[in-house]
Antibody, heavy 117, light 107 residues
Framework: EAQLVESGGGLVQPEGSLRLSCAASGFTFSYYEMNWVRQAPGKGLEWVSYISGDGGTIYYADSVKGRFTISRDNARNSLNLQMNGLRDEDTALYYC??????????WGQGTLVTVSS | DIQLTQSPSFLSASVGDRVTITCRASQGISSSLAWYQQKPGKAPKLLIYGASTLETGVPSRFSGSGSGAEFTLTISSLQPEDLATYYCQQVNSYPRTFGQGTKVEIK
């Protein structure tokens, strides 16, 4: 059974950094495109970033471009999101999500990032 | 960027009612649209992709239709467990975008 488990969230001050990780299991990780999607408290869904199965194609939302870096380690079945220059508006639940070309078909439970002084 | 506008933002309906949610794109996206259900306190779940293809395991009372710039999600007979917020998402181009969500309440 597929499983995605996010970690690395927490409280960070504005302009600080945080690295999120997502451990994948139950499927052939390298075959799948992966994404990060976030949801601010009480708000809707916002797509953040995408990475292809081999890591060769990457996209970002304009709101995080230049501050966030997505990466993956297929040998370790892990997806990462390095977040620098964090802002109040980055406060959200961050979901690790499988899929890309036609749909996002499997979601983790999320890790909460709170940016506050 | 492609903008998606859902309507209504909130609806209240009775068990057994037929419910329709609309998603309009700011430009044509062919059939590149997915629908998700998010129950309170839970992660979103894929319902429909390709505008009308039901994800495996999703009850047949859910259906999707449309192409181009206008899409609908229909629940043919609303059930108590359908209490949730529903989101559309375009998968035509990056950046991917979501609609703002439609919250469905059971009367």
């Amino acid at each position: 059974e597929a499983q995605l488990v996010e970690s690395g969230g927490g409280l960070v001050q504005p302009e600080g950094s945080l690295r999120l990780s997502c451990a994948a299991s139950g499927f052939t990780f390298s075959y799948y495109e992966m994404n990060w999607v976030r949801q601010a408290p009480g708000k809707g869904l916002e797509w953040v970033s995408y990475i292809s199965g081999d890591g060769g194609t990457i996209y970002y939302a304009d709101s995080v471009k230049g501050r966030f870096t997505i990466s993956r380690d297929n040998a370790r079945n892990s997806l990462n999101l390095q977040m620098n220059g964090l802002r109040d508006e980055d406060t959200a639940l961050y979901y690790c999500v499988r899929g890309g070309r036609t749909r996002l078909d499997f979601w983790g439970q999320g890790t909460l990032v709170t940016v506050s002084s | 960027d492609i903008q998606l506008t859902q309507s209504p933002s909130f609806l209240s309906a009775s068990v057994g009612d037929r419910v329709t949610i609309t998603c309009r794109a700011s430009q044509g996206i062919s059939s590149s649209l997915a629908w998700y259900q998010q129950k309170p306190g839970k992660a979103p779940k894929l319902l429909i992709y390709g505008a009308s293809t039901l994800e495996t395991g999703v009850p047949s009372r859910f259906s999707g239709s449309g192409s181009g710039a206008e899409f609908t999600l229909t629940i043919s007979s609303l059930q108590p467990e359908d209490l949730a917020t529903y989101y559309c998402q375009q998968v035509n181009s990056y950046p991917r975008t979501f609609g703002q969500g439609t919250k469905v309440e059971i009367k």
